[in-house]
């Protein structure tokens, strides 16, 4: 009923940018505070950006200054600007919401933790 459509991934070359985009789809009420992660071959899943319903931001050491995220809350999305990439910053990139609250119906209800299915970023050398 609700999804995250995750897009703008692809191939770049070193020092290029690339902008994902996270869409909240459905009869969402709320979309709270959205984060992006990625995850390379092999390793674990990592936080990279945090932005609340304020817009409020936080990320993590290895991408600030190189990468912002951004929110429209008329349009339930969420972004991430990317520049500067390097080839570690190869990975799959999910977003993820916190909570969702969304019509089910005629009911108001909610998700939380809630992922999108992921976009593939690669940085050429």
């Known amino acids: 009923q609700v999804q995250l459509v995750e897009s703008g991934g692809g191939l770049v070359q070193f020092g290029g940018s690339l902008r994902l985009s996270c869409a909240a789809t459905?009869?969402?009420?709320?979309?709270?505070?959205m984060r992006w992660y990625r995850q390379a071959a092999g390793n674990q899943r990592d936080l990279v950006a945090t932005?609340?319903?304020?817009?409020?931001?936080n990320y993590a050491d290895s991408v600030k200054g190189r990468f912002t995220i951004s929110r429209d809350n008329a349009k339930n999305t969420v972004y991430l600007q990317m520049n500067s990439l390097k080839p570690e910053d190869t990975a799959v990139y999910y977003c993820k919401a916190d909570q969702i609250q969304y019509y089910s119906g005629r009911s108001v209800t909610w998700t939380t933790n809630y992922w999108g299915q992921g976009t593939q970023v690669t940085v050429s050398s």
């Open positions: 459905g009869s969402i009420l709320v979309l709270d505070t």
């Open positions: 932005i609340t319903r304020g817009s409020d931001t």
